[in-house]
């Protein structure tokens, strides 16, 4: 018998994936921060769904979710602005604090009932509509579930993009020798270090910092580390006496576990933070945004889709992991041939890309570009969605 029941609105599930990809299965989907902008969402459209208009314009009736998927790109078939999409899943309030995770091969439905769209999870041979209620897995959290942007393209930056909001780098502990003389440390190989490194571990290690600078007023908002690998600490330094009763610095002793580079003499060390889970839930920012690109990550002049940009704006600013922006492109400046005198015309600003924020420091955060027309460059403005 083919039958319909009345669903609980589907809960959406951000970052949950992360937790385990960071090595963090511990962490459970209660911690996920509910904003007042998602719970205002939700009380307004957990039984409404959204306006058909908002559909993209080949939005399927059913889609089979496959590996690889993520929830921006499920809800960009669907949508016309993906980052909307806990209105097209429908927060519910009572099982927000057990959200559902989307695994390969569910079958998601596309409602459309009085003007209003909804999306369902179909199980069974028939196509049966289903309620949606918590329920327990016995596999580690978000082991198979998709994720809701492409994290592999973010996740490295997640300890190796760092901002430090003064140059307190140039004060750090440094590697001033290695083992054989050598200049450039690999993997494997032992570099001694001086400077405080008390009882901590595990360090990171840093190039010199770079000032990152506003592109209109020239501020300094911060200083960029530039990461070349990680270490960890074998043996801790000293001062002692030598046989001649001079007093001998002994430089602490450090293997280095990864690079990114090869590691040099002079680069800097700062402490491995913990893990922290991190959630990731697009959401325009409640009010008024606008800014510039400060630089793009890497030694790139010009960024495209998929890559990483450092924004003038930061905590201090109402910043938030998750944002979505619009990225603009400055309308040229021609002269009008039908014009006798050659009058000089500004075009208008053509909107021409979508940003994520996914790190946020006091004064600058890092994005991802997930879509643009051009090629961004620093001094490119950015404006809420």
Same mark, same amino acid.
């Given at each position: 018998?083919?039958?319909?029941?009345?669903?609980?609105?589907? +809960?959406f599930?951000?970052?949950?994936?992360?937790?385990?990809?960071? !090595?963090? +299965? #511990?962490?459970?989907?209660?911690?996920?921060?509910?904003?007042?902008?998602w719970?205002?969402?939700?009380?307004?459209?957990?039984?409404?769904?959204?306006?058909l208009?908002?559909?993209? %314009?080949?939005a399927?009736?059913?889609?089979?979710?496959k590996?690889?998927?993520?929830?921006w790109?499920?809800?960009?078939?669907?949508l016309?602005?993906?980052w909307r999409?806990?209105e097209?899943w429908?927060?519910?309030?009572?099982?927000?604090?057990?959200?559902?995770?989307?695994?390969?091969?569910?079958?998601?439905v596309?409602?459309?009932?009085?003007?209003?769209?909804?999306l369902?999870?179909?199980?069974?041979?028939?196509? =049966?509509?289903?309620?949606?209620?918590?329920r327990?897995?016995?596999?580690?959290?978000?082991? =198979?579930?998709?994720?809701?942007?492409?994290?592999?393209?973010?996740?490295?930056?997640?300890n190796?993009?760092i901002?430090?909001?003064?140059?307190e780098l140039?004060?750090?502990?440094?590697?001033?020798? +290695?083992?054989?003389?050598?200049?450039?440390?690999?993997?494997?190989d032992?570099?001694?270090?001086?400077?405080?490194?008390?009882?901590?571990?595990?360090?990171?290690?840093?190039?010199? #910092?770079? %000032?990152?600078? =506003?592109?209109?007023?020239?501020?300094?908002?911060?200083?960029?580390?530039?990461?070349?690998?990680?270490a960890?600490?074998?043996?801790q330094?000293?001062?002692?006496?030598? +046989?001649n009763?001079?007093?001998?610095?002994?430089?602490?002793?450090?293997?280095?576990?990864?690079?990114?580079e090869?590691?040099?003499? !002079?680069?800097?060390l700062?402490?491995?933070?913990p893990?922290?889970?991190?959630?990731?839930?697009?959401?325009?920012?409640?009010?008024?945004?606008?800014?510039?690109?400060?630089?793009?990550?890497?030694?790139?002049?010009?960024? !495209?889709?998929s890559?990483?940009?450092?924004?003038?704006r930061g905590?201090?600013?109402?910043?938030?992991?998750?944002?979505?922006?619009?990225?603009?492109? =400055?309308?040229?400046?021609?002269?009008?041939?039908?014009?006798?005198?050659?009058?000089?015309?500004?075009?208008?600003?053509?909107?021409?890309?979508?940003?994520?924020?996914?790190?946020?420091?006091?004064?600058?955060?890092?994005?991802?570009?997930?879509?643009?027309?051009?090629?961004?460059? #620093?001094?490119?403005?950015?404006?809420?969605?």
């Amino acid at each position: 018998m083919n039958r319909r029941l009345r669903l609980s609105p589907f +809960a959406f599930a951000s970052g949950v994936a992360l937790a385990a990809a960071l !090595g963090s +299965a #511990a962490a459970q989907p209660s911690k996920m921060p509910v904003t007042p902008e998602w719970r205002a969402t939700a009380q307004k459209v957990a039984q409404a769904g959204v306006p058909l208009a908002e559909l993209a %314009p080949d939005a399927p009736d059913v889609y089979t979710v496959k590996r690889g998927d993520t929830l921006w790109g499920i809800s960009g078939m669907f949508l016309r602005t993906p980052w909307r999409w806990p209105e097209l899943w429908g927060l519910n309030l009572d099982e927000i604090r057990n959200p559902h995770l989307i695994y390969p091969g569910q079958t998601l439905v596309l409602e459309k009932v009085d003007g209003r769209a909804r999306l369902r999870l179909a199980q069974g041979a028939q196509g =049966d509509t289903v309620k949606l209620s918590p329920r327990v897995r016995s596999e580690a959290l978000g082991t =198979d579930a998709i994720t809701s942007i492409p994290l592999h393209l973010i996740t490295p930056f997640l300890n190796e993009a760092i901002v430090f909001n003064t140059d307190e780098l140039a004060l750090a502990p440094r590697i001033v020798a +290695a083992q054989e003389a050598r200049v450039l440390i690999g993997r494997g190989d032992t570099a001694y270090v001086r400077g405080d490194t008390g009882n901590t571990r595990n360090f990171r290690v840093f190039r010199e #910092a770079r %000032p990152l600078l =506003d592109p209109t007023t020239n501020e300094i908002l911060g200083y960029e580390a530039r990461y070349v690998g990680t270490a960890e600490q074998t043996r801790q330094g000293e001062t002692r006496a030598d +046989a001649n009763g001079k007093e001998e610095i002994v430089p602490a002793s450090f293997l280095v576990t990864t690079v990114r580079e090869e590691v040099g003499i !002079g680069d800097r060390l700062a402490p491995l933070p913990p893990s922290e889970f991190k959630s990731y839930a697009p959401h325009a920012p409640s009010g008024a945004v606008s800014g510039q690109i400060v630089s793009i990550y890497g030694d790139a002049v010009n960024a !495209g889709q998929s890559q990483i940009v450092s924004l003038n704006r930061g905590k201090v600013d109402g910043m938030e992991r998750g944002h979505v922006l619009a990225l603009w492109r =400055d309308g040229d400046r021609v002269k009008d041939s039908t014009d006798p005198n050659r009058a000089m015309l500004k075009l208008p600003d053509e909107r021409h890309g979508v940003l994520f924020v996914f790190s946020v420091f006091d004064r600058i955060s890092y994005a991802l570009i997930m879509q643009v027309a051009q090629p961004v460059k #620093a001094g490119d403005r950015f404006t809420q969605p």
